[in-house]
């Protein structure tokens, strides 16, 4: 990326301060203006506090920037997203899940005629970056003769059952909020089908559910669980290749992984425990991002894909 990039945040929470973070490192990034109904002010930028806003709308008025990048509760996306498409040229990168039902997708493909969605509205699907996935799928792409990926298993767990309703009014529910990711993972592995064995329970902090898929010709399935009854965070992945008797397990709180077959360790992935996790995601989705061809997966075809996958889940919205 060689052109300036101004970026309008608007939502200052939590997963603000990691964009922030990495928006940082690049010199050609800056902060164009901040959005926040909240009264506390705008953070620094490199030593500079830009303007702040508590309506989208406007700061819209008095700003052209080159990016928006919405991260407000899961409910307020698909608004704000049209919101910066029609009001404004910029590209716009939504927190995932770019929406929390259908009828809110309907609603922003119904811009189509008028807004370019594929040139313009990302959603950023981070866990498809995280770096143990990476090693993962590099790792099955260089090794066919292991075979079709024939089983998974996946469980993310996050603690926000003390949270209480603060959970549900930033993420709707634990299928919607990690269900998502658990898909958007899933794409770097698989072609994801159609959900079977789909619930939710616990008021919406947990949710199991299956999802048909295809690898490499053959069919499989995934088994998906997710929960805020916990402690503490804990994200796991295990990929079963068969035919071969592989087995790929992949930690994605601890950003590790490893192969083994049988008895026999076959490979590993470690970090250097400097990379703080989610600036490990989002650092390189940003660079796919900025870099003027995007990773599909955080595209608008993508996201439609995985919205019907992950809507499909009874008793949403
Ligand atoms: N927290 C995480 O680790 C994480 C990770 C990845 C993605 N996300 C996604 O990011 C989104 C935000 O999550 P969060 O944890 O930062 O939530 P949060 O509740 O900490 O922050 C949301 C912020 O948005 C503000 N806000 C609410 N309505 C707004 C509006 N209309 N305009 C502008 N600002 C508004 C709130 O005042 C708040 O400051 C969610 O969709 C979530 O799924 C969160």
Not at 78 to 107: F, I, T
């Amino acid at each position: 990326m060689t052109d300036a990039v101004r970026v309008g945040l608007v939502g200052l929470g939590t997963i603000a301060r990691t964009h922030l973070a990495v928006l940082a490192e690049w010199d050609e990034v800056s902060l164009e203006f901040t959005v926040d109904p909240r009264p506390e002010g705008p953070p620094s930028f490199r030593g500079v506090r830009p303007p702040h806003y508590a309506a989208l709308a406007d700061a819209l008025e008095e700003h052209r920037p080159d990016l928006v990048v919405l991260a407000t509760p899961t409910e307020t996306h698909a608004e704000l997203a049209g919101q910066a498409l029609v009001r404004s040229a910029a590209r716009v990168l939504v927190e995932k899940p770019l929406v929390h039902d259908l009828a809110s997708l309907a609603g922003l493909r119904a811009l189509e005629e008028s807004v370019d969605l594929r040139g313009r509205l990302f959603t950023a699907h981070h866990f498809a970056f995280s770096p143990e996935v990476d090693w993962a799928a590099e790792l099955i792409v260089g090794h066919p003769e292991w075979g079709p990926v024939t089983g998974i298993t996946s469980a993310f767990y996050d603690p926000y059952v003390l949270k209480g309703a603060e959970a549900f009014a930033s993420y709707t529910s634990s299928w919607t909020d990690s269900g998502v990711n658990q898909l958007s993972m899933l794409t770097r592995f698989v072609d994801l089908g159609a959900l079977g064995s789909a619930q939710q329970a616990d008021d919406g902090a947990s949710a199991w559910c299956t999802a048909e898929y295809r690898s490499r010709g053959v069919v499989g399935t995934a088994r998906l669980r997710s929960s805020w009854l916990t402690g503490s965070s804990s994200k796991e992945s295990s990929l079963v290749l068969g035919d071969s008797g592989v087995e790929i397990w992949i930690d994605h709180t601890a950003m590790t992984g490893f192969a083994a077959r049988g008895r026999d360790l076959i490979a590993t992935y470690g970090n250097d425990g400097r990379t703080p996790r989610k600036v490990a995601h989002y650092r390189p989705l940003y660079e796919s991002l900025l870099s003027g061809r995007p990773d599909p997966v955080l595209g608008f075809d993508a996201t439609v894909t995985i919205t019907e996958i992950h809507q499909a889940m009874p008793g949403l919205g």
